[in-house]
């Protein structure tokens, strides 16, 4: 009886141990506060996105990053990066070559093909908005 008391005890310690070490661990990061978006633009004649291009849009928390791969497919990014969102420098820019955005503060750089995370510290990627086009008016929603 005294084996199994041990063996029990040990296995309780040990349980007890790594509840108390993966309670001290930071595991979230700050989440960008929600902002209803919900608007209509017409990408091929008033705001203008050629394919392959970008526009930044009010809207959002910081703003958003409309990106067009293909003629007919939209992406629309916020422009607070999911690292630091609520730091008031903090602000996601694409770079010159059109398919990258990078963080101004923590200096996190995103690919645009899908908001992931290709280096710096940011774990998550860019947040994302629903988006419908019809071939004539593209609808932004969260």
Known sequence: M???FKGVSKVLLFGF??????????????EIPYIYVNFVIYPN????IPEGG???????Y???IIYRP????FLVYERACPYDPLEDDARVVVEDNGIIAVDS???SRFILTDGSPITGPATTGLKQY???YDGYSLTVTN
């Open 17 to 30: 141990f790594l509840l108390s070490v993966s309670c001290g661990k930071e595991t979230s990061q700050t």
């Open 105 to 107: 503060l923590c200096g």
């Open 62 to 64: 910081k703003g958003l």
């Open 130 to 132: 629903r988006t419908r």
């Open 54 to 60: 970008y526009v930044y849009s009010s809207g959002g």
């Open 70 to 73: 293909l003629s007919d497919q």
């Open 2 to 4: 005294k084996t199994v």
């Open 45 to 48: 004649t008033l705001h203008f």
